[in-house]
């Protein structure tokens, strides 16, 4: 069963090394994601599993490393050889110490059915908490990555509310075309909580709901 979840985004510049003299743009970002992780650890769970969005579904075991190199900051995380992707590699960074059963990768394009089955499916052994990495849509304004579209920010809201009201249908519901055309990379992960949590009692909340660089970033905590 879903002990509880938590909500994060996994932009590179979360992490300070990375982001640099901008570090504290992202201050108020960093400090939501600490107080969903503290609360999602308070139910403690007897299994902790990330889940992120991928180029392809895949998972790895608890020890599995990943790296920021790429985006330019030399940060390891996990050990052995780094082959986490980015989403469950902030995650692994934002968990620190604390022990993880699993890392799982959903990838970005993966159909609403299959979600909701591997959600189902992480969670069918014991009390289970999961941290989703999961953005918004990066289409929120002219400077985002991917420009401006003027579905990106009702696109967003829908979100931001099924977070907050721990609204499963309306997860489960996102549209992945409409997600791939306005670049919300969270979408199959959102999918595969809609999965875990089910038809059960689930009280939610919203932590943050920001953009600061035209890319929607939400924190959320489910109990």
């Known amino acids: 069963m879903l002990a509880a979840a938590a909500v994060c985004p996994h932009p590179p510049l979360i992490v300070p090394e990375l982001a640099g003299a901008a570090a504290p743009e992202l201050d108020e970002l960093r400090s939501a994601c600490h107080a969903a992780i503290t609360g999602l650890l308070a139910a403690d769970p ?48 934002l968990l620190e110490d604390h022990d993880v059963a699993a890392f799982q990768a959903v990838a970005f394009d993966a159909a609403p059915g299959d979600c909701l089955a591997l959600g189902a499916d992480l969670v069918r052994d014991g ?43 309306a997860l489960a519901h996102l549209d992945p075309a409409k997600a791939d055309r306005l670049w919300v990379a969270g979408r199959a992960a959102l999918q595969v909580l809609a999965g875990a949590a089910g038809p ?24």
């Open 46 to 93: 007897d299994l902790l599993v990330v889940v992120g969005g991928a180029d392809t579904t895949s998972r790895y075991d608890g020890g599995a490393a990943g790296t920021l190199r790429p985006w330019g900051a030399d940060v390891t995380v996990g050990h052995g050889d780094p082959v986490l992707p980015l989403s469950l590699t902030i995650g692994r960074w």
């Open 127 to 169: 009390r289970v908490a999961l941290l989703v990495m999961a953005d918004g849509s990066a289409r929120l304004t002219e400077k985002a990555p991917g420009h401006h579209d003027p579905a990106a920010q009702p696109y967003n809201e829908v979100i931001a509310r099924a977070i907050a009201d721990a609204d499963v249908s």
């Open 200 to 223: 059960g009692d689930v009280k939610g909340q919203l932590l943050a709901d920001l953009a600061p660089y035209g890319v929607g970033y939400f924190v959320g905590l489910w109990r």
